[in-house]
Structures are given as structure tokens and as C-alpha cells.
């Protein structure tokens, strides 16, 4: 019977010892990825304040400014951007992004724009209006993708489809910390800033500066929606290599238990002949 129990728990060893090789090099692997998600996050923000600073400038320095991106209107019906992952073994990432969505969606008038295969899957088990599909691989979404969404998102917009244009994404703020955040995209809160008026009176826009600000708005969108993208995917590295981490750590625990089991199974079996070979030489 001990060495049953010796050969079992030389089997679980062995198969920890497997686990732990995976999830080590799965840590690894997100690690690198995290590093170049990271240099992805420092590089696009630049393209975005650009485009930020421009719009101020140009509603700030017109005269009774009306854009239809500006109009607020009563909600009847709301587009949600949702950004998870393509994949599990990350944590909590998905699962709380998804259950800041649902709670949001529930019960609302609303159709998504899922962004990752958890997400879409999501949504579908849920009967939810998926606006499209095309984005679903989250991993393979670039820039030019965000740039033909929100050109695809807006035109929804203006044509009177949904009223508000919400993301819903997963900010990055440290490697151990990663927190579901919201983002209203449209219409777009704009506050005058009455220092910074005619910082730019000089620039001339052609045709005019409101034709521009609208040819913008899409553009600027693109950012955001880029910007985001690029966020939730440093996340769910971060979160992923800290679960990996984790489980390679418990992988190590479970091997250290595992082996003290099977010495002292060892030991009881070696007593146990010894015991034996006695009995059998006192009689």
C-alpha cells in the first residue's frame, strides 16, 4: 500500500513540476509582451494631446461654436466600445471588465462594439446587440482598425442610430494594479477655457474651422479608441504574468508539500521492511 502511495505522489510531483514548467515561461512570455505594451502606451500619446490641444484650440477661438458632436441629446439608446482579452489564464482581468459592462448594459437600451473573444463571447450568451464582429481579435486590432471604427462608430452617431458613445476598458496603472474604467466619447463634453482664448488667432483653417473641428472629431476618436486598446492590452499582460507568477509560486509550494509527503511515505516503508526483516530473525 505505501508504495502505491509513493508512486501516486511521485506522479502528482512530476505533473506539478509540468505545470510549473508552463506557467513559468507563460510568465515570461508576458513579460516581454508587457514591456513592448508599455512603449505602445508612451508612443500614441503624443498623436493624441496633438489632436486634444487642436480641438480646444479651434473651439476656443470660434464664435458661437455648434458641432453635432457637442449636442447633447436625450438618451434613447446607447453604443458601448467594450475591450477585454483574447484569452484567460489572466486573473481577474476579464471577468471585471465584463461585469463593469453588464452592469452598465443590463437593462438598457444598447448595442456593443466588442473588442477581444472573451468579449464577444460575452455578449453573445447574453443576447446583447453586437453592432459588428470585426474586431473581435483584440491582439490583431491596429491603429488602422481604431481609425475605421470611430470613422464607422461616428457616422452611426450623427446619423441618429444611438444618442451616447461609451468605452469601456481596463487602466493601466501599475503592474499589480489594473482598475475597469469608463469613458464617454460622445457626445463630447467640451468646456470653454476662457485663458486659453485667442492663443491661436492667427491660424487659418480651410475651409472653415468648424468643417475641420468635424473632420477631426473621428480622427480624435481613433486616438482615444487606440489609446484604450493599448491600455487594456498592457493590462492583461500585467494581470497575466501576475497570475502566472502566482501560480508558478503555488506550483513550487505544492512540489515542496508533495515531496516532504513522499520521503516520509519512504521513510515509513523503509521502517516498515526493517520491522520486518526483525521480526522474521527473532524467529
Not at 513540476?17 to 509582451?33: W, Y
Not at 505602445?40 to 480646444?56: A, C, G, W
Not at 470660434?62 to 477585454?84: G, Q
Not at 483584440?138 to 450623427?158: N, P, Q, W, Y
Request: aromatic fraction near 8%.
Amino acid at each position: 500500500m505505501a508504495g502505491v502511495s509513493m508512486k501516486d505522489i511521485k506522479l502528482r510531483i512530476k505533473s506539478m513540476e509540468s505545470t510549473k514548467q508552463i506557467t513559468k515561461a507563460m510568465e515570461m512570455v508576458a513579460a516581454s509582451k508587457l514591456r513592448r505594451a508599455q512603449a505602445r502606451i508612451q508612443n500614441s500619446r503624443p498623436y493624441f494631446e496633438i489632436l486634444y490641444d487642436t480641438l480646444n484650440t479651434i473651439a476656443n477661438n470660434t464664435e458661437d461654436f455648434a458641432s453635432p458632436y457637442l449636442e447633447a441629446r436625450p438618451v434613447r439608446k446607447t453604443c458601448y466600445i467594450v475591450i477585454a482579452g483574447d484569452r484567460g489564464l489572466a486573473g481577474g482581468y476579464n471577468g471585471n471588465v465584463l461585469k463593469l459592462a453588464w452592469e452598465k448594459i443590463e437593462g438598457t437600451s444598447a448595442c456593443v462594439v466588442p473588442i477581444g473573444k472573451k468579449c464577444l463571447e460575452f455578449f453573445q450568451r447574453r443576447g446583447t446587440e453586437i453592432l459588428t464582429d470585426v474586431y473581435a481579435e483584440a491582439s490583431e486590432l491596429h491603429v488602422g482598425d481604431c481609425f475605421t471604427a470611430s470613422k464607422m462608430i461616428s457616422r452611426g452617431f450623427l446619423n441618429g442610430e444611438y444618442d451616447r458613445v461609451e468605452i469601456i476598458y481596463t487602466r493601466f496603472i501599475s503592474m499589480l494594479s489594473q482598475t475597469p474604467d469608463q469613458l464617454r466619447l460622445l457626445p463630447l463634453e467640451y468646456t470653454p477655457q476662457p485663458g486659453d482664448t485667442q492663443t491661436d488667432a492667427l491660424t487659418l483653417y480651410e475651409p472653415d474651422s468648424l468643417t475641420v473641428f468635424d473632420t477631426i472629431i473621428p480622427e480624435y476618436l481613433g486616438g482615444v479608441l487606440y489609446g484604450a486598446v493599448c491600455e487594456s492590452v498592457t493590462s492583461e499582460q500585467g494581470a497575466r504574468r501576475t497570475a502566472m507568477d502566482a501560480a508558478t509560486k503555488n506550483a513550487e509550494e505544492m512540489i515542496g508539500s508533495l515531496s516532504l509527503k513522499y520521503n516520509r511515505a519512504r521513510q515509513g516503508a523503509i521502517t516498515q521492511e526493517i520491522t520486518e526483516i526483525v521480526a522474521g530473525a527473532e524467529t
